[in-house]
């Protein structure tokens, strides 16, 4: 119940804000930046968005609460250059065994 808050507050927070707010454009490269453990493969295969879609803001709220919410990443950030989607993401750390 609080990760579904969480995301949900988390994606209304990035939908709402101005700072935020892209121009829809269609996607024509994903990149994936700050993985160190986690395959890029894995990261795509989370990714409701890919090439030839629509990017929109709508769409970037999907991709945070996504991938936050394969526990894999204490960070996610949607970056955007010309027609690139950039998927900037920080790792949780590994547990020491």
Not at 41 to 48: D, I, K, M
Not at 61 to 75: H, M, N, P, R, S
């Amino acid at each position: 119940m609080k990760k579904t808050m969480l995301a949900g507050l988390l994606a209304a927070l990035f939908a709402a804000s101005g700072a935020a707010a892209m121009e829809p454009f269609t996607v024509e490269d994903v990149r994936v930046e700050g993985i160190q453990r986690v395959e890029a493969g894995t990261v795509f295969s989370y990714l409701p968005v890919k090439v030839g879609e629509t990017m929109n803001d709508e769409k970037a709220a999907q991709v945070i609460k996504t991938l936050f919410a394969t526990g894999f990443f204490k960070d996610v950030r949607i970056e955007v250059d010309g027609r690139v989607l950039i998927v900037v993401v920080q790792e949780r750390p590994a547990i020491a065994q």
